[in-house]
């Protein structure tokens, strides 16, 4: 296996950083082993100055559909030495990746990375990887293109080092309520929670990308109301979000993220099958599962936050529930998977 790791991930301002993000920490580790990685993205991605600020190339391609059906990617992998691909993007993506099974010689090792259990009979990877808050499991299944060995549980979340850390911020110096939707939240959950909360002389954060549709709408109930502070951007998400008493998010890592630093936080689903995966976390009494945001009322939102921010003994209870049930080492595990892999075994 050579040394040169090749990324194909999605950022941009719809689908946001956490595909971004994952990637960035697992390359991290691989650089701590030796080994050097390139991120292939499309032209439509807004985080290339963070990819290249970590110190990785950036490879730019107008789209992976284009660059598929031209074999420009098939051949940029084998004109870089390149062991293992892994992609980590959405499921459309995934689905215009699958010519790279034909393409590849059978020495690349293909990994995926899902936050969605993709259908099982379209799978064309060699190694997948489900991080998922449940028990770890191992399972081969044979699909259409061949084999293709399964990981998925608690042991792949990838958490970054920042929420493994302790700050120093006292309750009374909390500041009430984030607002974290995640990337640009096109479905304006952002600006609905605010409207729910901005009368309730609660301090309140929000962070929204100004590339959101609704960025204009939010900055607006700023100008007018004094407690409330909008935020674009933060190197430093893992230390604001600590220094709040609750959090509101949608789904994604920032639900494993809030577990580790021990953050209640009230989740506002997309869609069914985000909120059946926020049900697993929050079964266990880690944060509230409080519905899809297109089926609650500003008023259902106003309540849950109202209830959590009036009772600390219940905030206390579920930010110790929260601490015990997240590993931060999911970046390592995965590493190690891949490189302890044998595709030919």
Same mark, same amino acid.
Request: a negative charge; glycine letters at 6%.
């Given at each position: 296996?050579?040394?040169?790791?090749?990324?194909?991930?999605? =950022?941009?301002?719809?689908?946001?950083?956490?595909?971004? /993000?994952?990637?960035?920490?697992?390359?991290?580790?691989? $650089?701590?082993?030796?080994?050097?990685?390139?991120?292939?993205?499309?032209?439509?991605?807004?985080?290339?100055?963070?990819?290249?600020?970590? =110190?990785?190339?950036?490879?730019?391609?107008?789209?992976?559909?284009?660059?598929?059906?031209?074999?420009?990617? /098939?051949?940029?992998?084998?004109?870089?030495?390149?062991?293992?691909?892994?992609?980590?993007?959405?499921?459309?993506?995934?689905?215009?990746?699958?010519?790279?099974?034909?393409?590849?010689?059978?020495?690349?090792?293909?990994?995926?990375?899902?936050?969605?259990?993709?259908?099982?009979?379209?799978?064309?990877?060699?190694?997948?990887?489900?991080?998922?808050?449940?028990?770890?499991?191992?399972? !081969?299944?044979?699909?259409?293109?061949?084999?293709?060995?399964?990981?998925?549980?608690?042991?792949?979340?990838?958490?970054?080092?920042?929420?493994?850390?302790?700050?120093?911020?006292? !309750?009374?110096?909390?500041?009430?309520?984030?607002?974290?939707? =995640?990337?640009?939240?096109?479905?304006?959950?952002?600006?609905?929670?605010?409207?729910?909360?901005?009368?309730?002389?609660?301090?309140?954060?929000?962070?929204?990308?100004?590339?959101?549709?609704?960025?204009?709408?939010?900055?607006?109930?700023?100008?007018?109301?004094?407690?409330?502070?909008?935020?674009?951007?933060?190197?430093?998400?893992? !230390?604001?979000?600590? /220094?709040? $008493?609750?959090?509101?998010?949608?789904?994604?890592?920032?639900?494993?993220?809030?577990?580790?630093? =021990?953050?209640?936080?009230?989740?506002?689903?997309?869609?069914?099958?985000?909120?059946?995966?926020?049900? $697993?976390?929050?079964?266990?009494?880690?944060?509230?599962?409080?519905?899809?945001?297109?089926?609650?009322?500003?008023?259902?939102?106003?309540?849950?936050?109202?209830?959590?921010?009036?009772?600390?003994?219940?905030?206390?209870?579920?930010?110790?529930?929260?601490?015990?049930?997240?590993?931060?080492?999911?970046?390592?595990?995965?590493?190690?998977?891949?490189?302890?892999?044998?595709?030919?075994?």
């Amino acid at each position: 296996m050579s040394n040169n790791i090749l990324f194909i991930t999605k =950022g941009d301002s719809q689908t946001g950083f956490g595909h971004i /993000s994952r990637s960035l920490l697992i390359a991290d580790e691989f $650089k701590s082993l030796g080994y050097s990685s390139i991120f292939l993205v499309s032209e439509s991605c807004t985080f290339i100055p963070v990819i290249e600020q970590r =110190g990785y190339k950036a490879e730019v391609v107008k789209s992976f559909n284009e660059s598929i059906n031209k074999k420009e990617l /098939s051949s940029f992998i084998t004109s870089n030495s390149i062991s293992v691909v892994i992609i980590d993007t959405i499921e459309e993506d995934y689905l215009t990746l699958s010519p790279l099974k034909q393409q590849l010689s059978n020495d690349v090792l293909l990994v995926t990375i899902t936050l969605f259990l993709f259908s099982l009979d379209k799978r064309y990877e060699d190694i997948s990887f489900f991080p998922d808050f449940t028990e770890n499991t191992e399972a !081969e299944y044979l699909s259409e293109y061949g084999k293709v060995k399964l990981y998925s549980g608690k042991n792949y979340l990838t958490i970054r080092p920042e929420f493994a850390l302790e700050y120093d911020v006292k !309750e009374i110096d909390k500041k009430d309520v984030l607002i974290t939707m =995640g990337g640009t939240d096109p479905e304006g959950f952002t600006l609905k929670a605010l409207n729910a909360l901005k009368d309730s002389g609660y301090s309140i954060t929000v962070l929204l990308s100004a590339s959101s549709n609704t960025y204009d709408k939010v900055k607006e109930v700023e100008d007018k109301n004094a407690n409330v502070s909008v935020i674009t951007f933060s190197n430093s998400i893992a !230390e604001i979000m600590y /220094s709040h $008493k609750v959090l509101l998010i949608n789904g994604g890592l920032t639900r494993y993220e809030a577990c580790a630093l =021990g953050v209640p936080f009230i989740a506002i689903s997309i869609h069914q099958v985000q909120y059946d995966i926020t049900e $697993k976390v929050t079964s266990t009494g880690a944060g509230i599962n409080l519905g899809i945001g297109t089926q609650l009322s500003t008023s259902d939102i106003r309540s849950a936050v109202t209830a959590l921010i009036q009772n600390p003994d219940k905030r206390k209870q579920i930010s110790s529930t929260m601490k015990k049930i997240i590993d931060t080492t999911g970046s390592k595990n995965i590493v190690q998977t891949i490189l302890n892999y044998n595709k030919n075994a």
